[in-house]
């Protein structure tokens, strides 16, 4: 059983060395998979504060602009849109005023004229004496 056992005792120190071997190389793989990680994120952290940070603030400013200006072209809109509903309705009661008074003046002009049509008519017409109407048994 000697020859057994020393024959069956190298394989397994090889194989033992090289697990020991394949775990210090995944040992390494996940301390260099790290290391590139926290690289990575101080490259991303930086280009975040060189680039992007200011961009931001940029654009938070033009958003700040935008918002101010809409405001006020809102209220602006509300003014003008208040403006010509109450010049609208002015302008309602200044016609409804003048068609009352064009209508006063058409009538009283209307009525004058009427009058006068009647003097013309009952002085024309005393002259004439009106004939008395016709009999049925004076026309055979």
């Not at 958003?63 to 609208?88: F, N, P």
């Amino acid at each position: 059983m000697d020859g057994n056992l020393g024959s069956i005792n190298v394989p397994l120190w090889i194989m033992a060395v090289v697990s020991i071997l394949e775990a210090l190389l995944l040992i390494g793989i996940g301390v260099g998979g790290f290391l590139m990680y926290r690289r990575v994120m101080q490259l991303v952290n930086d280009l975040e504060a060189r680039q992007i940070a200011p961009l931001r603030e940029k654009v938070d400013a033009i958003l700040g602009d935008v918002k101010s200006v809409s405001a006020r072209v809102s209220q602006q809109t509300e003014r003008v849109d208040h403006a010509i509903s109450g010049t609208m309705g002015r302008v309602d009661e200044t016609a409804e005023k003048m068609k009352s008074t064009v209508r006063d003046k058409v009538n009283y002009a209307a009525g004058v004229v009427r009058g006068v049509r009647a003097a013309v008519v009952s002085l024309l017409h005393t002259d004439h004496r009106p004939e008395p109407p016709a009999t049925a048994a004076g026309r055979l």
